[in-house]
């Protein structure tokens, strides 16, 4: 899928919050709040159109708790549902097992870090987690959801929060860098260095894509399967057959319409679009 200029060839943490971090919540499968999501599926049918089907992802199970779901492909991403913490919760402070980008798709929740300093997650968050080192973060987790992962491997330099913030740029996109300390995390807002509407996230070739294009993209196919998650803006997606779907905030979807009459989008709203590409290649 893809717009005038871009194609869109884009644990249950039961016991803590953001892998490893956070706040402890071992009856919070007792309460029967089990985090879901959808996904949308794009794909050549028998008539040479292209069309769309939704069903709820099925996370895998052990012992009552769901588990993470690995994507197809070699990006290493996983969708991660999370639970609701209990009433009673505490906030406990504890660093990462190692370093990963984690995206919001759903879900809520406040996350604190050094000296009591306080961000929220919510749907289209971005979030660069550093903190493998120092007394790390904490979350309480105010309603079930998932999130993105995507790990950050050796090759990747960590990142310094005076350097990132030097590439100043007009109407900058931000991500959320948690950044070690001895007293605890510290959240720096990171400009995002966009080339071309265009920025890698880690390095397996899964890109965050922006556009303010909102003129009717051509009619094409997906020739390389994705998965595609929105993170801001809405646009429509129309099929040769009359089929018509929305992509907003949180949208999931697998694109694999490789042959037929394809799609095209159809962007309408004020937002520009923010959205992940994540290729599917074994």
Request: glycine share 10%; charged share 20%.
């Amino acid at each position: 899928m893809r717009t005038k200029a871009l194609c869109f060839t884009a644990a249950a943490f039961i016991g803590y919050f953001l892998v490893g971090s956070g706040v402890e919540t071992p009856s919070a499968q007792a309460q029967g709040q089990k985090a879901k999501l959808s996904m949308l599926h794009m794909y050549s049918g028998p008539d040479g159109k292209t069309h769309f089907t939704t069903s709820e992802v099925k996370f895998p199970e052990a012992e009552g708790k769901l588990l993470p779901l690995k994507l197809k492909g070699k990006t290493g991403a996983e969708m991660s549902p999370f639970m609701a913490s209990p009433a009673d919760a505490k906030m406990v402070l504890k660093p990462m097992p190692a370093r990963t980008w984690e995206i919001g798709v759903s879900g809520k929740a406040d996350i604190e870090g050094a000296k009591g300093q306080k961000i929220y997650w919510d749907t289209g968050v971005i979030h660069l987690l550093e903190d493998t080192m120092g007394k790390g973060h904490g979350a309480i987790i105010r309603a079930p959801g998932v999130m993105l992962k995507i790990p950050v491997s050796d090759k990747t330099p960590r990142i310094v929060p005076a350097t990132a913030k030097a590439a100043q740029q007009k109407d900058p996109i931000v991500y959320r860098l948690f950044y070690p300390g001895d007293q605890g995390t510290t959240f720096e807002d990171i400009p995002i260095p966009f080339k071309n509407g265009v920025y890698p996230v880690g390095d397996n070739g899964i890109m965050l894509v922006r556009s303010a294009d909102k003129t009717p993209g051509e009619w094409h196919n997906q020739k390389t399967p994705e998965y595609l998650v929105m993170l801001r803006g809405t646009t429509k997606v129309e099929s040769r057959s009359g089929e018509v779907v929305t992509f907003s905030p949180g949208t999931f979807a697998l694109i694999e319409d490789a042959t037929g009459s394809g799609h095209r989008i159809l962007p309408f709203g004020k937002d520009e679009m923010l959205f992940l590409q994540i290729p599917i290649v074994e």
